[in-house]
């Protein structure tokens, strides 16, 4: 096969069944749905032969600070003949020297390491079947409109980026819950389906215990549910997920490549991600 016999064209809505169709030989969990939400933030690129789907990037753009590459998938037949590598020009070219994230499997990381991109933590995989009810914390309830705002706020520190964007879509396709202080919100988590199930994530908050208070009211009526979170290595939630029921089943390598460093600020942090592809 020659590689100038695939082409290249914008992702489009009409891509997205093709798309599903790799992600689901690539053994990942990603409805149309999923896919969809992250396309609505995101512009990329498909790999066409003929007309069938054969490679997919996607780059979602945080104001003018970050861009994160994500949903890199070739097809496992087309692999070694240089399409990931125009793919990642692609998503490179589109990310507009802004700080590109991604985070990386193991078969992705050899081509990553090559266009720059670097380590910058490890995350971890938790899913499962949640083994009971966690007790709802007092001090946490579900977002108002009213509090959107003060969410977006809270996680452009924790990022460095403006999500407004994502914020409003997981208000609008999910459920996000904050923590109170003095009246005022000082940490979020959302919720939303995704997969077999129901994903947790983004979590931002000051601290590893008010992040636990923050997941625990979100399980506290899901006994019984399958979830999925993603959190970095060094959040040290990995031992309690595992005993609420959500084992470690994998990750991935959180990489960066240089280019402009958003300013995070002091104060809270991201203890889940929104998922891999998002950050």
């Known amino acids: 096969m020659l ?10 809505p009409e891509h997205l069944e093709g798309a599903m169709l790799l992600s689901r030989q690539a053994g990942w969990p990603h409805r149309r749905d999923d896919w969809a939400m992250v396309l609505a933030l995101s512009a990329g690129i498909v790999a066409l032969e003929g007309d069938r789907v054969v490679g997919t990037t996607l780059v979602t753009r945080y104001g003018r600070e970050v861009a994160t590459i994500n949903m890199v998938i070739v097809d496992a037949a087309m692999r070694g003949h240089g ?9 490179l070219q589109a990310s507009e020297g802004r700080d590109c994230r991604l985070t ?3 078969d992705g990381l ?9 380590s910058s933590g490890e995350i971890l995989q938790h899913q499962g079947t949640l083994r009971q009810a966690a007790v709802a914390p ?3 309830d579900w977002a108002t409109v009213e509090d959107i705002a003060a969410i977006a706020k809270l996680d452009q520190a924790a ?5 407004g964007a994502l914020i409003a ?3 609008e396709h999910g459920r996000l819950a904050v923590l109170q202080h003095q009246g005022r919100p000082s940490g979020f988590a959302a919720v939303r389906a995704f997969g077999r199930g129901e994903v947790v994530g983004p979590v931002v908050a000051a601290t590893a215990d008010e992040a636990r208070i923050l997941i625990s009211f979100l399980f506290a009526a899901r006994s019984g549910a399958f979830l999925r979170l993603d959190t970095p290595y060094a959040s040290g939630l990995a031992p309690w997920l595992a005993a609420q029921g959500l084992a470690h089943v994998g990750g991935g390598i959180a990489m960066r490549r240089d280019g402009h460093r958003p300013a995070q600020a002091a104060g809270v942090q991201t203890f889940a991600l929104a998922s891999q592809a998002l950050g």
Do not use: W
């Not at 990022?159 to 999500?163: E, F, L, S, V």
């Open 83 to 91: 399409i990931g590598r125009r793919l990642m020009d692609c998503a």
């Open 3 to 12: 590689t100038t016999s695939i082409e290249l064209v914008d992702f489009a």
């Open 169 to 171: 879509l997981l208000s």
């Open 110 to 118: 050899p081509l990553y390491e090559k266009l720059g991109f670097r």
């Open 104 to 106: 990386a499997t193991q």
């Open 159 to 163: 990022i460095g980026a403006d999500r």
């Open 138 to 140: 007092a001090d946490v």
